[in-house]
């Protein structure tokens, strides 16, 4: 079970908390202690020793808040402790880590090929360039659905090998889910039930791993897990006739608890809260109630009253400000288009298919 503890990583909080988390300020790249000796992940001075070997922490990363995991959590992304602590092929998939947060695709994908060339075996490979696919497809138009099944297809059989090398690590877990879910809503109705199963048992599998790893955007795999488990949970019709002809059957009270739960960890995410907005929506609607209404529209006006921090950001906060003008909209809502979550109507189409 994780603990968390909330923390705010600023510049100026590293230079007054060396005594309690281990860490130093910011220093210049010193090219004679490039190839020293390994660094220990225990060294009080990690930073210091990574950026004097050119292992770069983004600035943007101090300013984002962090909840720690436990007393021992030192709020750094793994893949720089990694890079830090292991060399290659870390150093290099820490790079593509920051260039996919940055928005820089294609340089991730050429990157990410020559490693997977060089280093066949190593899952965060795979994992990445299903990411990096994942967030392709999430700044194309919705009406550019051919387009994003190709991809999404690419990122299945990529996450199909991640699993096949990783079976029981979480960002193989969790991204596999993610990418049979996106291809499977972007295809429509029938194909999100069907790969219902699918998704919900590489999810909960993720989270029984329990293991945490931090992304370069300060968010966890295990958040992003809780994250999905919600989308799921509100987008899948609560029905006895779902569970029968599909194996799943959706719950908006675990929904909004899963959401709640990734929330928690990075209140100031603008997709979270937009998630979250939709799933006090969907409740209100399903169950009549004014006060679940309330709700909805004050996290929408949170999401609002957030600073974009890119393309994706953009379009979440766009998505909270149509969620609150039209709240019928929050048991379909997904950032890919509109979905289906009539009960009757998966059983007709269902058996017409």
């Not at 101090?62 to 290659?88: I, M, Y």
């Not at 490693?115 to 075996?121: G, W």
């Not at 299945?156 to 991204?175: G, S």
């Not at 979270?272 to 929506?281: S, V």
């Amino acid at each position: 079970m994780l603990n968390f503890i909330r923390f705010k990583l600023t510049p100026s909080r590293l230079l007054t908390s060396v005594a309690a988390f281990g860490l130093i300020s910011m220093a210049c790249p010193n090219p004679s202690r490039a190839n020293g000796t390994a660094i220990d992940p225990n060294d009080p001075h990690i930073i210091e020793k990574a950026l004097e070997r050119g292992i770069l922490l983004p600035q943007k990363y101090f300013h984002r808040q962090c909840v720690k995991v436990s007393a021992q959590d030192n709020c750094l992304p793994t893949g720089f402790v990694d890079a830090a602590t292991k060399g290659e092929p870390y150093k290099s998939l820490w790079e593509i880590e920051v260039m996919i947060d940055s928005e820089k695709a294609d340089e991730a994908d050429l990157r990410l090929k020559e490693v997977m060339k060089n280093f066949p075996n190593e899952p965060r490979s795979y994992w990445l360039a299903s990411k990096n696919i994942f967030f392709r497809g999430e700044r194309m138009s919705q009406q550019q659905t051919e387009a994003k099944g190709a991809l999404y297809e690419e990122g299945m059989n990529l996450m199909q090998k991640c699993v096949e090398l990783a079976p029981q690590e979480i960002n193989c877990l969790l991204h596999h889910g993610t990418m049979v879910g996106r291809w499977s809503t972007n295809q429509g109705l029938i194909k999100s039930a069907r790969n219902g199963k699918t998704v919900e048992r590489s999810w909960k599998s993720a989270l029984e791993t329990n293991q945490h790893y931090r992304f370069s955007s300060g968010n966890t795999s295990m958040a992003a897990t809780h994250y999905g488990m919600g989308v799921f949970y509100r987008l899948v019709p609560d029905s006895f006739l779902m569970k029968l002809f599909f194996g799943v059957r959706g719950d908006i009270e675990k929904s909004i608890m899963h959401i709640q739960k990734a929330v928690e960890t990075n209140e100031g995410q603008i997709e979270l809260r937009t998630e979250l907005t939709a799933a006090l929506l969907c409740k209100s609607r399903r169950d009549d109630s004014d006060i679940d209404r309330i709700r909805g529209a004050q996290q929408a006006d949170a999401c609002m009253g957030l600073k974009p921090n890119d393309t994706l950001d953009r379009i979440s906060q766009n998505d909270c400000k149509r969620l609150k003008e039209n709240p019928d909209l929050g048991c379909g809502y997904s950032r890919d288009k509109q979905q289906e979550t009539n009960p009757d109507k998966f059983k007709t189409d269902g058996k017409q298919s």
